[in-house]
């Protein structure tokens, strides 16, 4: 008389592929005012910029949010501002952000949390991973019992997984809204921090001037048509 065990095949590789790839991401703050190096703006400006691609993946564990920065366009970045003038700057009233050549305009910090979450509700296939252990038994080749339990982790694995995805999310939209600078009133002499979310397709080097240098600023004369010879005349 032989015992043996089985299960699901089915589910067993479902199993695999859903844990070997699908558990849910966490999220790493970034904290902008503890990262020790940035990208310095030209020296002598008004408004003293400094700032930081890739902040995601560079300043913690935060590759599910790095690859939605990517697959939605998006370019989370740190920055540190300092006012050196002697009056009160509303960065969104007062300031012009540059993006190359371009003056652009973040995108709300809502929004992009919005964009780039994560999912939750797609962690509801682990329901579905339940198990079943099979206990035959043959007698001479020939099966005489078989009885089967099932094992029901399913409901547990999902909920975990449903659970860090949102808190993963809250702690990620939490952070954009702690450190975005629309409307932030920065004081004569000092540095704030910030996250800005800007949608753009390559990147380019940034710039922050006053809306007031922004104004005064000359455009650049488009390129004068070459002169034409006077057309002949004929008698």
């Known amino acids: 008389m032989k015992q043996r065990f089985t299960r699901s095949l089915a589910t067993f590789l479902t199993s695999c592929t859903l ?6 991401g966490s999220y790493t703050a970034i904290r902008p005012d503890r990262i020790a190096s940035y990208q ?41 501002v300092k006012n050196t003038t002697g009056a009160e700057i509303n960065f969104s009233r007062d300031a012009v952000l540059y993006y190359g050549d371009r003056p652009v305009v973040p995108v709300d910090a809502r929004l992009a949390a919005k964009d780039m979450k ?51 999310n809250n702690n990620f939209r939490r952070e954009l809204e702690q450190y975005d600078l629309t409307n932030r009133i920065i004081h004569p002499g000092e540095t704030v921090y910030g996250l800005l979310c800007l949608r753009e397709a390559t990147v380019a080097p940034l710039r922050l001037e006053l809306r007031s240098v922004a104004a005064n600023t000359p455009a650049t004369p488009a390129p004068a048509a070459p002169a034409t010879s006077p057309a002949p005349t004929t008698n």
């Open 118 to 168: 994560q999912g939750v509700a797609i962690y509801l296939l682990y329901v579905l991973l339940n198990p079943t252990f099979t206990k035959t038994t043959t007698t001479n080749g020939y099966v005489t019992s078989s009885e089967g339990s099932t094992f029901y982790v399913g409901p547990f694995i999902a909920g975990g997984n449903m659970l860090g995805a949102s808190l993963a």
């Open 19 to 24: 844990l070997g790839s699908g558990c849910a």
């Open 40 to 80: 310095a703006s030209p020296v002598g400006a008004p408004l003293q910029f400094n700032y930081q691609f890739d902040a995601l993946r560079l300043q913690g564990r935060n590759k599910k949010y790095a690859k939605k920065e990517q697959k939605k366009g998006y370019h989370v970045v740190a920055v540190q």
